[in-house]
């Protein structure tokens, strides 16, 4: 004797949001109004269910949209993983890391999606899934008495927002285990609203569909087979008339470069906080400024005039106000930005050096990904003393040389616009014998606790760049002396 089935839940109609015109209406009454349930004499079900169960599965599933995305799921993975660890070798990502401390780890994280991918295409080389609706699957004829395109809703803010639509099918059907009529309701993957009248259920209202189901208890495990994505003859919903077969490797890629350029739009960012000029003025400002209005402007009204245009009918389209001042707010970002750049990057003036004694520095970790570094100093020869915004890269070469002491560099800047290009160490080396032209006033002697032994003789200097270097300013030299003279137990002598 077979156990019994589970006692059915009643049908959750609140759930499925009827639309006003036929609110309250139950599944009876909805199935009563289009007639008897009588499938038409031509309806065959699909050619996979012919043979019986166990059945083989057709080499046509294969081109499906499910079989698709489940090839192409562990195949983004991979080529993921790849990416990733090539992207971590990168010198620009190297320096990245410093303020978005998971890029650290891109090389690790590239190896775990890797292998997850490797693992899920072992998988699915012996797994059927899907497939076994298939191979083992039970048919039946359903009805579809009712058929909605829904906007999902989600709150972001607090407010509520669509972005995002599903089809929502109701079909009648004749449960095989019980011979009673029930209804069961099914929805397709989510799709964007805006472009929801690009996308096609595959059937209308009052149209007779394959549902399919496993052995067991057939009404928790059916599934109406055109939305299974498991019959490329039969695969909905398509959009523009073809069938959704998920996101390829190369869009993922693109994905994965627009997420890194992303990212080096955050960092220009901090270089426009790190190096914004110690004299603003209007004149650069307002051109610079103006110029990034109207640019964002133009840019952002042309893009919401092409994104209404795809929109679908009732679907709230942008107003050009809205993103004209949307505009203009990242132009003037835009224009300040590119300002700074301008004036720094391309500033080829002489420098000022002040000579400047750092006092303490601070890494700061936001949430855990983000990190920012600041130093206090204070300028030797007087000045205004206080924190500042400091390079990882700049931070790091002053604890490498383990000196608190060293040159605030300021730059005039080629629009004429002051700033301050960091803070350079004072670092060492091992002075030539015989001293190079020019350097022999430059060396500073060390000598041990044995004084039989030969002085050390090393060579300051402070480096502007890979090719350009300068002596220590006259108010420094002794302090930083005395300073590594201590770290290395040794002193100074004449």
Do not use: H
């Given at each position: 004797m077979s156990d019994p089935l589970?006692?059915?839940?009643?049908?959750?109609?609140?759930?499925?949001?009827q639309p006003e015109p036929q609110a309250g209406s139950t599944p009876e009454q909805l199935a009563d109004a289009l007639g008897p349930f009588?499938?038409?004499?031509?309806?065959?079900?699909?050619p996979e269910f012919e043979p019986p169960a166990p059945r083989p599965i057709p080499k046509s599933a294969k081109r499906g949209?499910?079989?698709?995305?489940?090839?192409?799921?562990?195949?983004?993975?991979?080529?993921?993983?790849?990416?990733?660890?090539?992207?971590?070798?990168?010198?620009?990502?190297?320096?990245?890391?410093?303020?978005?401390?998971?890029?650290?780890?891109?090389?690790?994280?590239?190896?775990?999606?890797?292998?997850?991918?490797i693992g899920y295409m072992i998988r699915n080389a012996f797994a059927i899934?899907?497939?076994?609706?298939?191979?083992?699957?039970?048919?039946?004829?359903?009805?579809?008495?009712h058929l909605n395109k829904a906007d999902l809703t989600q709150l972001v803010n607090g407010v509520q927002t669509t972005g995002t639509s599903a089809y929502h099918a109701l079909v009648e059907f004749t449960n095989p285990q019980r011979n009673e009529r029930e209804f069961m309701f099914f929805s397709t993957a989510v799709f964007p609203t805006k472009h929801s009248d690009r996308y096609d259920p595959g059937f209308e209202i009052g149209d007779y569909v394959t549902l399919v189901s496993l052995p067991g208890d057939f009404a928790t495990q059916v599934r109406l087979y055109p939305w299974t994505g498991l019959c490329p003859e039969n695969d909905f919903p398509t959009c523009d008339g073809r069938p959704l077969k998920g996101t390829s490797p190369l869009k993922a890629i693109l994905i994965a470069k627009s997420v890194f350029l992303g990212l080096w739009l955050f960092v220009g960012l901090l270089h426009l906080f790190l190096y914004f000029p110690e004299d603003f003025s209007w004149k650069w400002g307002s051109i610079f400024?103006?110029?990034?209005?109207?640019?964002?402007?133009?840019?952002?009204?042309i893009l919401a005039t092409l994104s209404n245009r795809?929109?679908?009918?009732?679907?709230?389209?942008?107003?050009?106000?809205?993103?004209?001042?949307?505009?203009?707010?990242f132009g003037v970002l835009f224009g300040l930005f590119a300002m700074c750049l301008v004036n720094s990057l391309l500033d080829r003036g002489a420098p000022i050096f002040r000579s400047v004694e750092v006092t303490q520095y601070w890494e700061t970790t936001h949430n855990g990904v983000f990190r920012t570094y600041e130093i206090e100093r204070r300028h030797l020869a007087g000045g205004v003393d206080g924190k500042t915004g400091i390079s990882a890269r700049?931070?790091?070469?002053?604890s490498y040389w383990g000196s608190k002491y060293g040159v605030e560099v300021h730059r005039p800047g080629l629009l004429g616009l002051r700033w301050i290009d960091g803070i350079r160490p004072v670092a060492w080396r091992p002075a030539q014998e015989p001293p190079a032209a020019g350097k022999a006033n430059r060396i500073v002697k060390f000598q041990g606790a044995d004084e039989t032994q030969p002085p050390l003789l090393m060579v300051p200097y402070i480096a502007l760049d890979k090719k350009r270097e300068l002596p220590p300013p006259p108010d420094i030299l002794p302090l930083v002396s005395q300073e590594i003279a201590g770290q290395l137990q040794l002193k100074v002598i004449p």
């Open positions: 589970p006692p059915r839940n009643p049908f959750d109609l609140k759930a499925f949001q009588s499938p038409p004499e031509e309806f065959l079900f699909e949209s499910n079989a698709s995305r489940r090839r192409a799921t562990p195949l983004i993975l991979v080529v993921l993983g790849i990416g990733f660890f090539v992207f971590r070798m990168l010198p620009s990502i190297e320096n990245l890391g410093w303020y978005i401390l998971p890029l650290w780890y891109l090389d690790w994280i590239g190896l775990g999606l890797f292998v997850i991918g899934d899907d497939f076994r609706y298939i191979r083992d699957g039970i048919p039946v004829v359903g009805r579809v008495i400024g103006g110029a990034g209005v109207v640019l964002g402007v133009v840019t952002c009204i795809s929109l679908s009918p009732g679907a709230t389209p942008t107003r050009p106000l809205t993103a004209g001042l949307l505009g203009a707010f700049n931070l790091q070469e002053l």
